[in-house]
């Protein structure tokens, strides 16, 4: 039984004025743990948002991040891709040169692709 009820029941067993100006109504247990159980939950909603928000932060850099390392990395490859065709250019003008400055000694111009000056 609660203890309003019975505060009631022995109040209105009474029906005495002295007595209820000394009382002190005791509050609703049930009501109150309600209310905690939801601060409680309100209180941990919070902290999950301003996780999620730090979360979401942290991906945004990494994304950046992944973005930036991929530019430089497809850069690098480009950069490689480039060197190795003008070594293998210098290198087939080096062995073509030595040939071509055997059969022609006195020219000292090396002829150019798509030239039509002569």
């Known amino acids: 039984m609660n203890m309003n009820t019975k505060i ?3 109040l209105s067993h009474f029906r005495s004025c002295t007595i209820r100006s000394y009382l002190v109504i ?12 939801l601060e409680e939950l309100r209180t941990e909603r919070g902290v999950l948002d301003m996780r999620s928000h730090e979360l ?3 991906q945004k850099r990494i994304e950046g991040n992944l973005t930036d390392l ?19 250019k210098r290198q087939k003008q080096a ?9 022609r000694p006195g020219d000292k111009k ?4 798509g030239d039509f000056s002569e």
């Not at 062995?95 to 055997?102: F, I, K, T, V």
């Not at 090396?110 to 692709?113: A, E, G, I, M, R």
């Open 56 to 58: 979401s932060i942290q």
């Open 26 to 37: 005791l509050p609703d247990n049930s009501r109150i743990e309600k209310q905690l159980k």
């Open 8 to 10: 009631r029941s022995i």
């Open 70 to 88: 991929t530019r430089c990395i497809r850069g690098m490859e480009f950069d490689l891709k480039v060197n190795s065709n003008l070594e293998t």
């Open 110 to 113: 090396s002829p150019k692709v």
């Open 95 to 103: 062995r073509g040169g030595s040939a071509e400055l055997d059969a």
